[in-house]
């Protein structure tokens, strides 16, 4: 039962034993009368007073506890005119506004927190304790690739995106360099925060992308350059000597052998020449002439190009999808990044397969070919400079493919599928459109 209720009950019993006694005196002595009279209004003010005094501001104080059971921090206690109560008055008046104060910088931290992160340059990705993720910036959505209510309340190994999936094998507390088969490059970090007492992983992903195509594409070209030109130099000057060698031995007669011979190295010296300009034009790729094109008919006309050597193999070669918006970019290096796909997806079957063009709404196009597959163990070198998985292979033509392709700021990848199925995937920007 409640003070102010008990307060009640004790005002009632005691004017209950004064009317009584007021009773008995009527019909008794008058000066006994007026005597109980006095000792009841004198009753009756002490009850006032201790009212004041003590029901009062207990009853204030747990208006008090309500408000902060209530998180009310903004509204106050005012003062009860007894000095001890006043006292626990002002001290609960002093720390609501604290915690007024408290709530308020950290609404304004955490805005401001969330600002930082929604616009920082590295993709964020925090989850909960059962690893699920419950918060990705804007960097970290276009980093994977997804959309958000498709990643949110699944853990990292669910969502559909080959940076998730490296993310959880990241060990807490650790830092891994990342290379996916899309050529992207990213500095992943898994770090932790304390939230109520509980440790919160989250993970900072960095694009490196830029910074190590430039780096790799610098020293590559420093090499390609120098190699090109010393073998060069060197091959032109030995086919001249071998001709004139070749020349007078012809007139001598007798020297078929001989000259087969020199006409051999001949043509291996302009082989390695050719081979030696392969690398060269990769570094002396054209900037982008962008004009508007037609995608689904470019990718017939590609397709209608290397129809006679998929026949050769016998592989069926089709053309399905969707109508597209025109797209502005280069028609013949796009042309030559298109035959270069279909072409290493043929030698990827080598003989009896299909290979697909597939156009898709709004602005993409992928190959898809059902070959021999690339191993998770050689997707990350891909777009690696001089990898290749081919036995023969110089490792340009998907660095070709990249350059051209990052020129048009296209996003790509390349994969194997879980039904087994090779896709060469082409994203081309909105604003191409």
């Avoid at 925060?193 to 195509?213: A, S």
Wanted: proline share 4%; net charge neutral; with cysteine.
């Amino acid at each position: 039962m409640r003070l102010k209720s008990l307060f009640g009950i004790l005002a009632f019993l005691l004017l209950s034993i004064l009317a009584l006694l007021t009773y008995v005196a009527v019909h008794s002595a008058p000066w006994l009368f007026y005597t109980l009279e006095g000792l009841i209004a004198l009753t009756f003010v002490f009850l006032l007073f201790f009212y004041r005094k003590i029901v009062k501001p207990l009853h204030t104080i747990g208006s008090g506890m309500e408000l902060l059971r209530e998180q009310d921090f903004s509204s106050r206690l005012s003062p009860v005119g007894q000095a001890e109560a006043d006292r626990v008055v002002n001290v609960f008046n002093r720390m609501m506004e604290q915690l007024k104060n408290e709530r308020l910088r950290l609404r304004e931290q955490n805005h401001f927190l969330d600002l930082l992160i929604n616009a920082s340059p590295m993709g964020v990705v925090i989850t909960t304790l059962d690893e699920e993720v419950s918060q990705l910036n804007p960097m970290a959505i276009n980093m994977m690739g997804v959309k958000l209510e498709d990643a949110l309340g699944k853990k990292l190994p669910e969502i559909d995106s080959a940076l998730a999936i490296e993310l959880a094998t990241i060990p807490r507390g650790g830092s891994i360099t990342i290379r996916l088969n899309d050529s992207s490059i990213y500095k992943c970090t898994r770090s932790s925060f304390i939230d109520r007492g509980f440790q919160h992983p989250f993970f900072l992903v960095e694009r490196l992308t830029e910074e190590v195509i430039k780096a790799e594409k610098k020293a590559y070209e420093k090499v390609i350059r120098m190699i090109a030109h010393e073998v060069n130099n060197t091959t032109a000057g030995i086919t001249s000597i071998l001709d004139t060698v070749e020349q007078t031995l012809c007139e001598e007669g007798n020297r078929d052998e001989l000259c087969e011979v020199i006409r051999v190295c001949t043509d291996r010296c302009f082989s390695m020449s050719r081979f030696i300009t392969r690398f060269a034009d990769v570094v002396k790729i054209p900037d982008p002439h962008l004009s508007l094109v037609d995608l689904n008919e470019l990718a017939l006309s590609c397709k209608r190009f290397m129809e006679g050597m998929c026949a050769d193999r016998n592989i069926m070669i089709r053309l399905e999808g969707e109508k597209l918006p025109e797209v502005k970019l280069d028609a013949s290096l796009f042309e030559q990044v298109l035959v270069n796909i279909i072409k290493n997806a043929a030698e990827s079957i080598d003989h009896n397969g299909e290979i697909t063009i597939r156009t898709l709404y709004p602005t993409t196009i992928e190959v898809v070919d059902n070959g021999r597959g690339i191993s998770k163990e050689s997707e990350p070198k891909l777009f690696s400079p001089f990898f290749s998985t081919k036995p023969n292979g110089q490792g340009i033509g998907l660095i070709f493919i990249r350059e051209i392709l990052s020129r048009h700021g296209c996003t790509f990848s390349l994969r194997t599928y879980s039904d087994g199925l090779t896709r060469f995937r082409i994203i081309f920007p909105i604003a191409s459109v």
